[in-house]
């Protein structure tokens, strides 16, 4: 057997236990990251009621289709929890480590996902590392309402109508 043959070998030998040792430390990382996701869960349930929170769903899925170019594209959305206070329906995402922060715009973009998708009254994100609750709300265009604007809109719509009712009427 040649030096050349021994390096080859080597070589070979070598890319295979790096690949399998990769792979091994990976899937013990991911363990342990579902791991510290479920302990977050849990602990989430506790701070939830704790701050008068009441559970109504634990990893909601909604089934949604996309289409593109007129292909349906099954697929659906999960969210934490559904909760409730005071009669309001609240979506909750728990987070840990790095993705704690609403500021993220990945993190932002999910969230909004889960407004757009169940429609609740708000959005709360967990972030368990630092036990604080944060909510979370969404405004875009120039489509903001008031009731006050829409109390004097209907206030004036019925005058008018009273107005028409006893010229016409």
Same mark, same amino acid.
């Given at each position: 057997?040649?030096?050349?043959?021994?390096?080859?070998?080597?070589?070979?030998?070598?890319?295979?236990?790096?690949?399998?040792?990769?792979?091994?430390?990976?899937?013990?990382?991911?363990?342990?990251?579902?791991?510290?996701?479920?302990?977050?869960?849990?602990?989430? $349930?506790?701070?939830?009621?704790?701050? %008068? *929170?009441?559970?109504?769903?634990?990893? /909601? &899925? !909604? +089934?949604?289709?996309? =289409? $593109?170019?007129?292909?349906?594209?099954? %697929? *659906?959305?999960?969210?934490?929890?559904? /909760? &409730? !206070? +005071?009669?309001?329906? =609240? $979506?909750?995402?728990?987070?840990?480590?790095?993705?704690?922060?609403?500021?993220?715009?990945?993190?932002?973009?999910?969230?909004?996902?889960?407004?757009?998708?169940?429609?609740?009254?708000?959005?709360?994100?967990?972030?368990?590392?630092?036990?604080?609750?944060?909510?979370?709300?969404?405004?875009?265009?120039?489509?903001?309402?008031?009731?006050?604007?829409?109390?004097?809109?209907?206030?004036?719509?019925?005058?008018?109508?009273?107005?028409?009712?006893?010229?016409?009427?």
């Amino acid at each position: 057997m040649y030096l050349s043959d021994i390096l080859i070998l080597g070589i070979i030998l070598g890319g295979f236990l790096f690949y399998n040792i990769s792979k091994a430390w990976q899937s013990i990382r991911i363990k342990r990251m579902l791991a510290n996701a479920k302990k977050a869960e849990k602990d989430a $349930i506790y701070l939830l009621k704790q701050h %008068g *929170y009441e559970i109504i769903g634990i990893q /909601v &899925k !909604k +089934n949604i289709v996309t =289409y $593109i170019n007129g292909r349906a594209y099954p %697929g *659906y959305v999960k969210v934490d929890f559904i /909760v &409730k !206070k +005071n009669r309001k329906k =609240y $979506i909750v995402e728990v987070k840990t480590g790095q993705q704690t922060r609403a500021t993220q715009s990945l993190v932002r973009r999910q969230l909004l996902e889960y407004f757009l998708v169940f429609n609740p009254y708000g959005v709360l994100l967990l972030d368990m590392e630092r036990k604080k609750i944060q909510t979370i709300e969404f405004e875009w265009g120039n489509d903001k309402y008031s009731w006050t604007n829409l109390f004097i809109v209907g206030i004036l719509g019925f005058f008018i109508g009273i107005v028409i009712w006893s010229l016409f009427g």
